[in-house]
């Protein structure tokens, strides 16, 4: 995989030195100062920005030679949580950081995505104009936006995927749910279904339950609260409106994948409706669902 499969034309890179590569010891994207965490927040969008992290060239900082002044990794992160790096990294970690830079690091945005650069590639080659940047004292500690030559010459570079700990998608699920506590009790409770669906695929019953494919809790609750307020509370096939807290079965809200060939949750095949119509739509096209509708509207109609 390169970078160039991973970034949009829209999408905004930034450099950050860091002591090691991200891993699932530790999954965040560390700041010393919560100004420069709260500035960093403001700007970076999750899903479409994303930070490069460089080896320093100080010993002290960072063990490992094979790490210093080099590529280590590429991460996507959630800017809206901004929490005690304690919380998100390995225990075991956090004691050795603090023995040896006590008070340093203290507050992390975690790692939702991250990748390795293959071979740890030389800054100075990689990302010259950057790197370049490094060295002025105002910018210590600061994401530094990449641009230009350096982000053509990123493109090509290969990455490999990191592993990221279930107790990063358990943070932010305790963080980022909405403050309607009903809204937030139906978005879990689909999730839930969802997830359960899709790690039971492929399993023996009388046949074979189907194939399903979806993202962590995290972007599944990021994705349906954004599909909830997109859609105004309304059932996306009937356009009448959910009911948070529906005792109704057929009335409460439903996940329906758009195409249904199409096995995956995600942004683009993912709508919020009702259990009934979900049920009754069932693998109709949208033109044989607006039919029935109309049949369905015209009796109610005529009582």
């Known amino acids: 995989m390169l970078v160039r499969d991973l970034i949009g034309v829209g999408s905004r890179l930034y450099a950050k030195s860091e002591w090691a590569p991200a891993s699932a010891e530790w999954p965040a994207l560390s700041f010393s100062r919560r100004a420069v965490a709260n500035a960093f927040s403001g700007i970076y969008t999750r899903g479409s920005d994303f930070v490069i992290s460089i080896g320093t060239s100080n010993p002290k900082d960072t063990l490992d030679p094979a790490h210093r002044q080099r590529l280590l990794s590429i991460v996507d992160v959630e800017p809206k949580v901004i929490v005690s790096t304690a919380d998100l990294v390995d225990p075991e970690a956090w004691k050795r950081a603090q023995q040896s830079h006590p008070d340093r690091w203290k507050l992390s945005m975690p790692i939702v995505r991250g990748w390795s650069f293959d071979a740890f590639p030389e800054a100075r080659q990689a990302m010259t104009a950057t790197y370049q940047k490094f060295t002025n004292p105002t910018t210590r500690g600061r994401p530094i936006p990449v641009e230009g030559a350096d982000r053509a010459t990123l493109l090509g570079l290969a990455i490999t995927p990191t592993e990221i700990p279930p107790r990063i998608d358990e943070r932010l699920r305790k963080t980022i749910i909405p403050d309607d506590k009903l809204l937030n009790q139906e978005l879990t409770r689909i999730i839930d279904n969802i997830l359960n669906a899709v790690a039971r695929a492929g399993t023996p019953r009388t046949g074979l339950y189907p194939d399903r494919h979806s993202m962590n809790f995290s972007d599944l609750f990021q994705l349906l609260k954004d599909t909830w307020n997109r859609q105004e509370g309304r059932c996306n096939l ?66």
Do not use: F
């Open 238 to 303: 009937c356009e009448g409106t959910i009911t948070l807290g529906e005792e109704n079965p057929l009335l409460k809200m439903s996940p329906d994948r758009i195409d249904s060939s199409n096995k995956a949750y995600d942004a683009s095949n993912v709508h919020l409706v009702h259990v009934g119509c979900n049920l009754a739509k069932n693998a109709a096209s949208l033109d044989e669902w607006q039919e029935y509708l109309d049949v369905v509207r015209s009796v109610r109609g005529s009582e």
